[in-house]
């Protein structure tokens, strides 16, 4: 029988002791093991570590100058917030976002550009990004230098562990290595990852999904993602393939079979309007949600009927992830949320429908409108769980060797 690689073990108990840390902190060693399910011993030698290489700090509690306390004060452990920088970027069609944030992943800076970049030439993008977080790092008073890693987060299908955008609304061309071109740009490690899976993080630390290990995201923007996240790892596929939801086929035989995102993707809902000269000038500007939002609430049919085909849609596909994965919580977020209640209402009447009733009562429908800046948060908790993974000495983080798959 094969036995696990120990650098991988290493790894995993690493990042569960940090990630313990982070969630729980301030916190004993005791707390720690009982908590992770890893040995004392193995909890000593890791935290140790992580206080030499100054990732995490001490904390007594008790008053150690009082001489009548009994007992010597308990000894906590929490991360060290300044021990790492990173900078998590979002790219959308018509705008970016970029975000620094501490080793806790906290934000200190942010950075929001309101620009087109779909379909530009891969240089001007990538020039666009290397000045936007060259802003964002100088707006938080740092130098690159400061900074351990970059992450950015595509719309699309990306190869997390090869560092490809494999495809994206907003490039011409396939098969991308932006990693590379941004790690030699910046002079700083940089991954890529997809935007919903780094939504997927930012609700797993900092939002709706932030109680569980456990839950399904599905993002509903120019493309449709999905994020699944079991036991606190995102779930990726071969090479950390990334999962594009709006390719997911869906009809009754190859003859009425159509893609999800042909009904509910954000073109296939404001597609029955682009003939309207306003209209689409406002799509070309990154404002056809909004527009389709208005003439929602002026009772245009056949935007209320893109809306309802789009959310019933979505509810089967929910509904088919919910059967395969069995997830507590199903979060959706998105810019398809802003066409208000007729979506909403069709969406979750689908969904009952859709489901099986013996397993009706096992997730929850959360609905969220995510700030722009959560997106780039999420891409950042992507660089940190890679640190919080990666052996460290006094020169700080060795990136570990990307493998084929």
Request: hydrophobic content about 45%; some cysteine.
């Amino acid at each position: 029988m094969k036995t696990a690689d120990p650098e991988l073990m290493r790894a995993i108990n690493r990042f569960t002791v940090l990630d313990t840390i982070r969630r729980h902190g301030p916190i004993s060693r005791v707390e720690i093991s009982e908590r992770s399910q890893l040995s004392t011993t193995t909890v000593s030698a890791i935290t140790g570590s992580l206080l030499d290489d100054g990732l995490i700090l001490t904390r007594h509690e008790g008053d150690i100058r009082n001489a009548a306390a009994r007992g010597r004060p308990r000894v906590m452990l929490e991360l060290n917030p300044d021990a790492v920088r990173v900078v998590g970027a979002k790219i959308a069609a018509h705008h970016m976002v970029f975000v620094v944030t501490n080793f806790c992943g906290e934000v200190i800076s942010q950075l929001s550009l309101p620009i087109r970049v779909n379909r530009q030439p891969i240089a001007v993008i990538a020039d666009l990004i290397e000045d936007g977080i060259r802003r964002c790092v100088v707006d938080a008073g740092l130098a690159l230098d400061d900074i351990a890693s970059v992450c950015i987060g595509f719309p699309g299908v990306v190869e997390h562990r090869s560092g490809l955008v494999r495809s994206s609304p907003i490039l011409s061309e396939p098969d991308v290595d932006f990693a590379a071109e941004m790690t030699n740009r910046l002079h700083v490690a940089t991954i890529v990852e997809s935007d919903s899976h780094a939504i997927t993080l930012a609700h797993h630390w900092f939002g709706k999904g932030r109680d569980l290990d456990d839950m399904v995201l599905v993002s509903l923007e120019q493309t449709l993602g999905l994020g699944v996240l079991h036991r606190g790892q995102l779930f990726r596929g071969a090479g950390g393939l990334s999962h594009n939801l709006g390719d997911l086929m869906m009809g009754n035989g190859l003859s009425e079979t159509v893609r999800l995102a042909a009904v509910a993707g954000e073109n296939a809902i404001l597609g029955a309007n682009m003939q309207e000269t306003r209209f689409a000038d406002a799509v070309r500007l990154g404002r056809g949600m909004t527009m389709a939002q208005a003439l929602i609430a002026g009772e245009d049919n056949s935007m209320i009927m893109a809306a309802t085909r789009a959310g019933e849609a979505v509810g089967i596909a929910v509904a088919n992830i919910v059967t395969l994965f069995g997830p507590p919580r199903v979060i959706i977020v998105g810019s398809s949320l802003s066409l208000g209640e007729i979506f909403l209402h069709a969406l979750a009447d689908a969904y009952r429908t859709a489901i099986p009733s013996s397993i009706r009562e096992i997730a929850e429908l959360v609905f969220d409108a995510s700030a722009e800046e959560m997106w780039a948060q999420g891409a950042a908790v992507v660089a940190l769980c890679e640190l919080y993974e990666s052996p460290w000495g006094t020169t700080g983080p060795a990136p570990a060797p990307r493998t084929q798959a």
